[in-house]
């Protein structure tokens, strides 16, 4: 047996297999779920300046999005950086991005188009591009590929929000919820709402039962008014043996006799020099 022929007998499975490494490392809490029409699916890369995003939109487009980040979209040279870089790319591969105008949001791009993996090496040559694409944008806004003119004299330059590398601000409108949703999640949610609906239900039924025969507050609360006051209900007693519903006392003509008495009511109507009644307060 020669050296060859023992090299081929080696079979593959013997040889140890390396670590995969993903396509993307997976999005963080801090990350935005969506921005404008395209799913994030995970990070590519992320510097001072920002991030890439492996995105995807709902029609099955696939793409790669550049956002800043906070610290670099809260520096207004360095927006308009991000803004002349984008400007600088061919029309055709810029898919989508936000108004430059907005000054409370992280400036993103999308860049494409990109054909589905097929495992050709066409789709993975355009992933790479936009992923390139993408790497300069962010190196624009950072000025780390710019040549340095003259000698290298003193500290090394550094901008003073590299380290807020938090992604930027971001507005989902219209909100990703429930349009994310699967036709599974469809059918839970479905099922959580109608058993909230049979819960209120049996709730309010059960406590029609326990109070529809239940006696009424004695005595009955008393409501105040707008003014403060409050309004008391006095209920009438019998009137005394002897004395009609009806019947009325008429009144003496004669002089009133005695001195009321304090916090009394006089029960005689004094009159006047024609023998009619007067109002005791048109004397004042």
Not at 134 to 155: F, T, Y
Not at 166 to 187: E, H
Not at 270 to 276: D, F, L, N, R, V
Request: hydrophobic share 40%.
């Amino acid at each position: 047996m020669t050296a060859t022929e023992s090299q081929t007998e080696v079979q593959p499975a013997d040889v140890p297999a390396g670590p995969e490494i993903p396509d993307a490392l997976p999005l963080q809490p801090e990350d935005p779920p969506r921005v404008g029409e395209f799913w994030l699916r995970g990070r590519l890369g992320a510097n001072a300046a920002g991030y890439l995003y492996a995105v995807s939109s709902d029609d099955g487009r696939e793409a790669v999005v550049a956002m800043m980040t906070e610290g670099s979209a809260d520096d207004a040279a360095a927006r308009e950086r991000f803004v002349y870089a984008v400007d600088e790319l061919p029309e055709d591969v810029v898919l989508a991005h936000n108004d430059s105008d907005d000054d409370d949001l992280a400036l993103w791009v999308a860049i494409g188009p990109i054909r589905a993996d097929d495992g050709s090496s066409a789709a993975s040559d355009e992933r790479l591009i936009a992923e390139r694409r993408g790497e300069e944008i962010l190196s624009a806004v950072l000025m780390d590929r710019i040549p340095q003119p003259g000698k290298l004299r003193g500290p090394d330059f550094r901008h003073y929000w590299e380290n807020r590398r938090r992604p930027g601000l971001f507005r989902i409108w219209p909100l990703p919820w429930p349009n994310a949703l699967r036709p599974p999640s469809w059918w839970a949610l479905g099922f959580a709402l109608l058993t909230m609906a049979v819960i209120m239900a049996l709730a309010v039924f059960l406590a029609w039962l326990l109070f529809r025969h239940a006696a009424p507050l004695e005595p009955e609360p008393v409501i105040p008014t707008p003014t403060g006051t409050t309004t008391v209900t006095v209920t009438p007693t019998t009137p005394p043996p002897g004395t009609g519903s009806g019947s009325v006392t008429p009144p003496t003509t004669g002089p009133p006799t005695g001195t009321p008495t304090t916090g009394g009511v006089p029960t005689e109507v004094p009159t006047g020099s024609a023998g009619t009644a007067t109002n005791p307060g048109d004397k004042f």
